[in-house]
Nanobody
């Protein structure tokens, strides 16, 4: 199983980014996909997730700025991030777990390598 996250970069506050996570080696449509982020010196934290059925969940503070979607035909999940803030700076990871979403990072079976997002003020 491989999860390949990409789309990060250096942007200014207020800008947008769309992260992608392409999955291979698993029955993608049967997996919930989560996005987490980890800033230096901090624990990995839940950003949002989409269930195998397409239902989305978000960390309350991100709701309205971040949107998660999935394309099962492409085995890819996306994280659209708008109105980025310096505090959004982190490495963003995608994870996969069977069917249902979870806010717990330790419940995800597979992880991508992460993509760096840096937001300057």
């Amino acid at each position: 199983v491989q999860l390949q996250a990409c789309g990060g970069g250096l942007v200014q506050a207020g800008d947008s980014l769309r992260l992608s996570c392409a999955a291979s080696g698993l029955a993608f449509s049967s997996y919930a996909m989560g996005w987490f982020r980890q800033a230096p010196g901090k624990e990995r934290e839940f950003v949002g997730a989409v269930s195998s059925g397409g239902t989305t969940y978000y960390e309350l503070s991100e709701k309205g700025r971040f949107t998660i979607s999935r394309d099962n035909a492409k085995n890819t999940v996306y994280l659209q991030m708008n109105s980025l803030k310096p505090e959004d700076t982190a490495v963003y990871y995608c994870g996969a777990r069977v069917i249902r979403t979870s806010t717990r990072a330790d419940s995800y079976l597979y992880w991508g390598q992460g993509t760096q997002v840096t937001v300057s003020s």
